[in-house]
């Protein structure tokens, strides 16, 4: 296949939906979490549920880097916007992400905080080259297909020998959060999720390969079928899971082979190894703290590090405790579970980062409509 349109042939999708039927034991429940924020969105979008028998479900997982970023880093984050010298460099969907006590970027910016959507970390780099006698503070977020990017950042600062840049760091890393979700003491607290088989994620395996996976998958005895976004991909993937289950394997299978091998990109993976390492443990949103799941700079680039520039204080705070994002985030509960869900909880009023971004569970169900069916059974 050479072409997007022939990922979505309706006759194919039939026929793996058949074999999913034809396969699936009738007397068995599978259930799959898709890590992934964008497979997700392709699921809600193309109806590829609605294509599956009842005992193969599928589990919606933290796969929204913006939606597991705690409360308490946008808060810092807010702090440091509100300093009068500071210029705070963001992603655009970080902007209405909520803190606490309904604190956001946005309205930080309204009350004169200068905080400046940027596209990439160049767009920061520019900044921070124009305004040379103003400190350019940099919002990094994501897993790790954004973190190559900020360490590109941080190369081309000391290259251009910019004294007035540094990097909020908030990357975080894939693999330790799959392990969270099934051996979190927190279980206790959102209650346990049951999940047979992993969808691993698309982008992130493009950098890191799926060798990292092969430890999970060997030690949990849970399969990670690696796929593509399109609905052929999730449909094939889907399709791996059950055979793996049915034959009682636990192996690391790559649908996405067109664009992810084994070991991923290996300049990618040297650049962040050079300037970023594992911090002890990070705050995830719904997860709490995951030992060795995010990065930080590493002391030789302190002078690039914001938190150590501004002294800043790690904050944690609670959550909404109406807001069912961090079960969401868990694949405990479903968007619709949610009391909050399409009443006061709306992209044009989000009241959890779910929500918000683009990627979220909350904002897929919004979008693609499945908030109806929602509806729809509410009012039977």
Known sequence: MKYADEFRDKEIAVGLAKAIRSEADPQKSYRFMEFCGGHTHAISRYGLEDMLPKNVRMIHGPGCPVCVLPAGRIDMAIRLAERPDVILCIYGDLMRVPGSQGASLLKAKARGADVRMVYSTIDAIRVAEEIPGRPVVFFAIG???????????????????????????????????????????????????????????????????????????????????????E????????????????????????????AVTRDGNLRAKEEVSDIFELRDQFEWRGLGLVPYSGLKLKRAYDKYDAEVRFDMNELRVADNPACECGAILRGVKKPV????????????????????????????????????????????
């Open 231 to 258: 609905p052929l991909d999730m449909m094939q993937a889907i399709l791996m899971l059950v055979r793996q289950v049915n034959e009682h394997r636990h192996e690391v299978e790559n649908q996405y082979s067109r």
């Open 143 to 229: 897993f790790e297909t954004t973190t190559p990017p900020t360490a590109v950042m941080i190369r081309l600062a000391e290259k251009k020998q910019l004294k007035n840049v540094s990097v909020f760091c908030n990357h975080v890393v894939t693999p330790p959060a799959m392990q969270n979700i099934l051996e979190s003491p927190d279980i206790r607290n959102t209650g346990p999720v049951e999940i047979d088989g992993f969808v691993g994620p698309a982008h992130v395996s493009t950098i890191i390969g799926t060798e990292p996976y092969e430890f999970f998958a060997e030690e949990f005895l849970r399969p990670v079928v690696i796929a593509g976004f």
């Open 337 to 380: 579970d949610c009391k909050l869900f399409g009443t006061v909880c709306t992209p044009e009023a989000p009241m959890g980062s779910c929500m918000v971004s683009s990627e979220g569970a909350c904002a897929a169900h919004w979008t693609y409509g499945r908030f109806r069916d929602h509806q729809q059974r509410r009012a039977s």
